[in-house]
């Protein structure tokens, strides 16, 4: 897409360049710390490489690694050196609650906006209702009638 003249945070390289990955490879699951770093380079968002990018992939945006400077929750690791973007729903550090998940739009350029309309719309879309929440309602009538005392009682019935 090319270079952009305004500063951008490390992290939300990182997340955009895996992001454009994800849209261009919807089959695959996940992609090596490699793979990020080249696409991270072809989309040349800043006129240098910075230093920051290797750690930002290994730790700093990864959601289930123990946190070192930053929170973000941008990336999740699936296996050793293999990320894919973080979803709601995702096991993380609980020392990143709260972190980052998606860049803000006000600190990436407006070219990449629409990725992430992407993320909310295809990617990781919120969640339409709490699956826990809908089981509870599922069964609320399931032991209705029932003595909990009597229950366990017959369960032990044999065993004492």
Do not use: F, Q, S, T
């Given at each position: 897409m090319g270079k952009v003249t305004a500063s951008i945070r490390?992290?939300?390289e990182v997340w955009i360049a895996t992001a454009l990955l994800h849209r261009e490879h919807p089959e695959a699951a996940d992609f090596s710390l490699q793979e990020i770093a080249a696409r991270l380079e072809r989309e040349a968002l800043t006129e240098i490489r910075r230093p920051g990018v290797y750690p930002h992939l290994s730790v700093h945006c990864v959601a289930n690694r123990p946190p070192t400077t930053g929170t973000y929750r941008m990336l999740f690791e699936t296996a050793p050196s293999r990320r894919r973007l973080f979803r709601a729903g995702d096991p993380y550090d609980p020392r990143r609650q709260g972190g980052?998940?998606?860049p803000n739009r006000a600190e990436i350029p407006p070219l990449y906006h629409e990725?992430?309309?992407w993320y909310e719309r295809t990617w990781a879309?919120?969640?339409t209702s709490d699956p826990l929440l809908e089981l509870a309602a599922r069964s609320r009538g399931l032991w209705k009638g029932v003595n909990a005392d009597d229950y366990v009682r017959r369960l032990r019935e044999g065993f004492e």
């Open positions: 490390v992290a939300d980052k998940i998606v990725l992430v309309d879309p919120a969640a």
